[in-house]
């Protein structure tokens, strides 16, 4: 079998303190540092290697380093640190005033440069307007990212509304212009498949007003007292499901969890809703709940088309669509997931997704207990 883990993510909080990593191998230096900058979270290396393994653990918001230093220097870390993250930014302690070393420095992408002895106005000046800087640049990259994904999402839209307009429209001029005789069975099956693109149509809408709502609540979450099994029936009785498909339901008596109530609805729709739309005409459909102590399980089993494994990275993509067929013609805006994934893990759980072709999908939804 083939599996892909998703694993919860650590936002930074927009209420904490930024990170300032303080590098060297002088304590008293960043002691001195740590008392100056006390309005941030600091953290201390005492060399470049030690630095280094610090920043690819924790998140760091800026480093202040030393040039020289024992098994290695500034300018090595901030060479190594500038591969791992380009957006990175570290500012260059020196008592040094060698051109070379401020020409290395510039190559390698320093942000700023500080002289020993410390000017403590200089150095809180630097760091504040380096990190300044930082928010601007990551500031814009999301206006960039938030533009990209409007116009995406409007060429989508545009696109999926296109082919069941089309079909309408095309029906009803044949309509006008006497193509049909009214009583054909032609006719009727022409009605019937026209009728079916109106109700995708009005299922469109009511999708885009459903995104429209999420991507407004975003952030945060408005907990409130839940009842999880309640939740699954409530989802299972009211999603789309053919004739043909079997559907088994496993509750699990469990305490009362706090959890936003809309945004685990939607989650759990996107998932089992996912589990009927590729289980074809038959099939068999199971939600069980499981817990683990510290955590629910909610486990959703189909045993319908399945995932090729070189599909597996990309499903909780942004308008990423299972396309078996290569039709190109997959309805829906594939974002259900995408949001189903942000939203479980803002309530500090995770989502994993277990596929082979033919052989159906295991979508286990964890959450934890407190």
Not at 84 to 92: E, H, W
Not at 336 to 351: C, D, N, P, T, W
Not at 355 to 362: D, R
């Amino acid at each position: 079998m083939t599996v892909q883990t998703l694993h919860n993510e650590d936002p930074h909080p927009s209420d904490a303190p930024e990170t300032i990593l303080v590098v060297d191998d002088e304590r008293v230096i960043r002691e001195l540092c740590e008392k100056v900058l006390k309005e941030y979270r600091i953290l201390q290396a005492g060399n470049g290697m030690e630095a280094l393994q610090i920043y690819q653990k924790e998140r760091c918001d800026l480093i202040l380093t030393d040039v020289m230093m024992p098994g290695g220097s500034g300018i090595n870390l901030l060479s190594q640190v500038k591969t791992l993250d380009p957006n990175a930014v570290v500012i260059i302690m020196t008592g040094f005033s060698q051109k070379e070393i401020i020409l290395n420095a510039l190559r390698e992408g320093a942000d700023d440069f500080i002289n020993k002895p410390l000017n403590l106005l200089q150095l809180r000046t630097a760091v504040e307007k380096s990190l300044a800087k930082k928010r601007l640049k990551e500031e814009l990259t999301s206006l960039k990212r938030l533009d990209r994904f409007k116009s995406n999402f409007l060429s989508l839209i545009s696109h999926k509304l296109r082919t069941p307009i089309t079909a309408i429209s095309l029906f009803l001029q044949n309509v006008e212009q006497g193509v049909y005789d009214q009583n054909d069975e032609a006719f009727r099956r022409n009605i019937k498949l026209v009728n079916n693109e109106a109700e995708y149509l009005g299922r469109l809408v009511s999708d885009l007003l459903s995104f429209s709502k999420v991507m407004e609540g975003r952030e945060g979450l408005n907990l409130e007292p839940c009842d999880l099994n309640s939740i699954l029936v409530e989802v299972i009785g009211g999603t789309q499901r053919k004739e043909g498909i079997e559907t088994e339901f496993h509750a699990l008596p469990l305490p009362v969890l706090h959890l936003d109530r809309g945004k685990i609805t939607f989650a759990f729709q996107q998932v089992i809703e996912n589990a009927y739309k590729f289980s074809g005409d038959t099939g068999h459909v199971s939600i069980a709940l499981r817990s683990t102590g510290d955590a629910v399980h909610v486990v959703v089993t189909d045993t319908g088309i399945g995932i090729p494994r070189e599909e597996l990275s990309k499903v909780f993509e942004k308008f990423y669509q299972a396309d078996p067929d290569n039709t190109g013609q997959v309805r829906g805006f594939g974002l259900g997931l995408f949001y189903a994934r942000e939203f479980v893990r803002q309530h500090g759980g995770s989502i994993t997704i277990d596929s082979e072709p033919q052989q159906g999908s295991t979508v286990t939804v964890t959450l934890p207990l407190q």
